[in-house]
């Protein structure tokens, strides 16, 4: 009986800790998201390009070289390269696949596709 409720305990904090993992990268896309709609309004609004890079941190710049903003990538997923987005004065954005990796397994957990022009981008998670 306490090997069985000790297994019990496991799957429990395992599952736990799965929960948590997908917490993260659902906070991650969500932040991303966020940072990508309001530099494309910018965009829209202003006149001014801006850039997105992806690499170990994601980071936004305003123009090629204004960073204003920065944000972690979650230590589980990993962009499988280096991706430089650039956003126009027009808010057009051309179209790409962003892969993300599980840094366990190396294999692709997310495809990030980003639309023609103005559509943003669908995540597609790979089971």
């Known amino acids: 009986m306490a090997v069985a409720a000790g297994m019990l305990s496991l799957t429990v904090i395992w599952a ?3 929960k948590n993992e997908n917490i993260a990268e659902r ?12 530099q494309q ?6 006149g001014e390009r801006s850039v997105i890079r992806i690499d ?3 980071r936004v710049y305003r123009g090629k070289t204004n960073l204003v903003d920065e ?3 979650p230590k589980e997923i990993e962009p ?7 956003i126009t004065d027009d808010g057009f954005i051309a179209p790409q696949t962003i892969k993300w990796v599980e840094k366990k397994t190396n294999k ?3 495809i ?6 103005w559509s943003g981008f669908n995540l597609e998670e790979k089971q």
């Open 16 to 18: 736990q800790t799965l």
């Open 27 to 38: 906070q991650f896309f969500s932040t991303f998201k966020s940072a990508w709609d309001s």
């Open 41 to 46: 309004s910018l965009a829209k609004l202003t």
């Open 56 to 58: 170990d941190k994601v």
């Open 71 to 73: 944000f972690d990538v």
């Open 80 to 86: 499988l390269a280096f991706y430089h987005i650039e």
């Open 108 to 110: 692709v957990k997310y």
């Open 112 to 117: 990030q596709k980003v639309q023609l022009g």
